[in-house]
């Protein structure tokens, strides 16, 4: 066991850098302690984090009941092969089924589970060239769209930088103008497989679907006999003040998916990700040999998972994303800064958009000021908190913000 000696982050970053790959480019932060929705450097600075992992720490960090839960497990049973089951896995199963759709999933309804989104859209992916035995070649999904970097998942991903320098993709995959009805009817047919669509796209700057598109959606595919599969990553499990994005009505209006695709909160930072296939139709297209995965439905990530959706419903977390949402949209406009053109998402996942084009020098400064924020955009800041941000935190953030903007906007 290597030695636990505090270092500054000089050397960290350093030492970071000689030993990973640069994926990821130089760290911003060396951080070696959380608790609740702070975090704190290896220089001893502290952080309110208001990015949360990219929307995974829901609970913050080092939550009590998600800690007991995990140590818990792991003192149990750290981990069987799917050859076995555990109860944790069977029990994570059946909550999921009662919370992506209201009043219970359709009869015969299944989940399969993974270790994160981007390996789960790639069960969902395998879902959709099964769909129709080969008869139905193509898969639609939209302009902006992220769903992941696994070659699956990348084909269904809309930005050329993450694609092309890994051509040939999966071939079948096309791309829709954003939010445009139109261009789906037309794009639709009997040899579609799936419309793979996220209710609000994080990653393109946090861009809700317009009122009605998911319903047209639903439409379509219902009549074309295609799959509807639903990106929940990022929004599903309460980041959006419902425990699924699109179980808003201004953004699913009411429409039931054959497929929604879960993960980064919805195990409090532990590795997941779930398949949630609705219906006997759309659960019954993978067989035994069809698709499988090591890790997925451990028993230590099913036991944060359903400590997770405990403390959320708990602690009424979903009413806390609501008015924390709110709060700080409300605070954000009513500064009336104009560098700031407005804020749009839903419950805890934000951006606040700017007028000009430097969100990489506000996010900077933010960071100097003791915020954690993400420029998702080149006009646009992410805000993805933990659901236990204090109406007091969300306040000092926004008398801060003033300072923050004016420093990035001069830099």
Known sequence: MVPDTPQPATVWAERYGNALMNTFGPPQRVLVRGEGPWVWDADGARYLDLLGGIAVNTLGHAHPTLVSAVSAQLGTLGHVSNFFATPTQVHLAERLLEVVERGGAPAGSRVFLANSGTEAMEGAFKLARRHGDG????????????????????????????????????????????????????????????????????????????????????????????????????????????????????????????????????????????????????????????????????PVAAAAALATLHVIERDDLLTAVTERGRQLREGVTGLGHPLVAGVRGEGLLLAVTLTRPVSREVAQAALEAGYIVNPVAPDAIRLAPPFILSAEQAAQFVADLPAVLDAGGAA
């Open 135 to 298: 008869a139905r070649p193509r898969i639609l999904a939209l302009e902006g769209a992220f769903h992941g970097r696994t070659m699956g998942a990348l084909a269904l991903t809309h930005k050329a930088a993450y694609r092309d320098p890994f051509a040939p993709l999966p071939g079948g995959v096309e791309h829709l103008p954003f939010g445009d009805v139109d261009a789906l009817a037309a794009a639709m047919g009997d040899d579609v497989a799936a419309v793979v669509l996220e209710p609000l796209q994080g990653e393109a700057g946090v861009r809700p679907l317009p009122p009605g598109y998911l319903a047209a959606a639903r439409e379509l595919t219902t009549r074309h006999g295609a799959l509807l599969i639903l990106d929940e990553v990022q929004t599903g499990v309460g980041r959006t003040g419902r425990w699924m994005a699109h179980h808003h009505e201004h953004i699913g209006g009411g429409v039931v998916p054959d497929v929604v695709v879960l993960a980064k909160g919805l195990a409090g930072g532990i590795p997941i990700g779930a398949v949630v296939a609705l219906g006997e139709g759309p659960a019954g297209l993978l067989g035994p040999g069809q698709h499988g995965t090591t890790f997925g439905g451990n």
